[in-house]
């Protein structure tokens, strides 16, 4: 028979990860990730592919849940399981039904969005310290992004042709490139734009061979480490890092800001540039105080 270890044929599992890698384009972390949640998962089971059933599925899930793995991650371990099933059925690698179909997976606590509040934003653009290089952009980057809300990734695309400072707004592109948008900024985020492009941008050696607009003094484009640690750096500062806190924050405050200001939510999805309202309303919350002055505010 089969030891317990050598369940999954790996040849299997290595033409399904390059799948995923290749075709479904996921990055290098899921992919371990998912390496990892299958070997887990048949190592445990004793299992052929063929054999495994909606039941084996379950005593794995409640296994990891006794095991203190929180909700989240028991989710993403069997949504793992299930697009390996999902592939192996298409491929005809396996002929049974797809065994994480009906099972019950755990809540997910539905964690209360954070926003950083508008003091902690004036103290994070307060305490910006650093070279005559660094500071006004980094201060110009912080700005943006509560303006705009836009993506990591989308700040980082930016390349000098996409900025109209005349109409104050930024072509922006998501995805592999095939969806653009315009995002436009007020006057504040238009004086330290112009002052960067005018006066900053180019005391670094790399501002003349890069299309980029955020670059560093040692590189032509400001990469995502360097990114998620001047937002870390900030945040720690002021006393906001907690765990799980990242860069993700700045695009919350914006749409929260915005809510707290009166706009309306399907502005705010199309500023954030998100595919459903439902994703939007995750995203904002009324503050009690506004709960209280618009409840005692009706005249019955």
Not at 64 to 82: D, E, F, M, Q, T
Not at 121 to 143: C, H, K, Q, T, Y
Not at 163 to 187: A, L
Request: aromatic share 6%; net charge positive; with cysteine.
């Amino acid at each position: 028979g089969r030891r317990a270890g050598d369940i999954v044929n790996i040849t299997h599992l290595e033409d399904f990860l390059s799948y995923m890698k290749l075709v479904k384009n996921l990055s290098g972390n899921t992919i371990s990730a998912y390496r990892i949640d299958i070997n887990e998962f048949f190592s445990g089971i004793g299992k052929g592919e063929n054999d495994v059933t909606t039941r084996d599925i379950t005593r794995h899930v409640c296994e990891l849940s006794k095991n203190g793995i929180a909700p989240a991650s028991v989710c993403r371990k069997v949504s793992a399981i299930r697009a390996f099933y999902k592939w192996a059925k298409k491929e005809g690698i396996v002929t049974i039904d797809n065994p994480t179909d009906d099972v019950d997976l755990p809540q997910i606590p539905h964690k209360e969005p954070k926003a950083l509040t508008d003091e902690q934003v004036n103290d994070m653009l307060n305490v910006i310290e650093g070279n005559e290089f660094n500071a006004p952009r980094d201060r110009l980057i912080i700005s943006l992004m509560i303006v705009c809300g836009m993506r990591k990734s989308e700040l980082l695309n930016i390349t000098l042709s996409d900025v109209d400072t005349k109409e104050m707004s930024i072509r922006i592109r998501h995805g592999k490139g095939d969806k653009e948008r315009y995002c436009y900024y007020n006057d504040a985020v238009q004086e330290l734009l112009v002052d960067y492009l005018d006066n900053i941008r180019g005391r670094s050696k790399y501002a003349k061979d890069s299309e980029f607009l955020f670059i560093s003094q040692c590189s032509g484009r400001l990469s995502r480490s360097q990114l998620s640690n001047i937002v870390d750096k900030l945040l720690t500062i002021i006393g906001a890092k907690e765990k799980g806190v990242s860069v993700h924050i700045l695009r919350k405050t914006c749409a929260t800001g915005y809510y707290e200001m009166g706009v309306d939510i399907y502005t705010i999805k199309n500023i954030l540039d998100h595919a459903s309202v439902t994703t939007t309303q995750r995203y904002v919350k009324p503050s009690l105080v506004k709960q209280r002055a618009a409840v005692n505010s009706r005249k019955i």
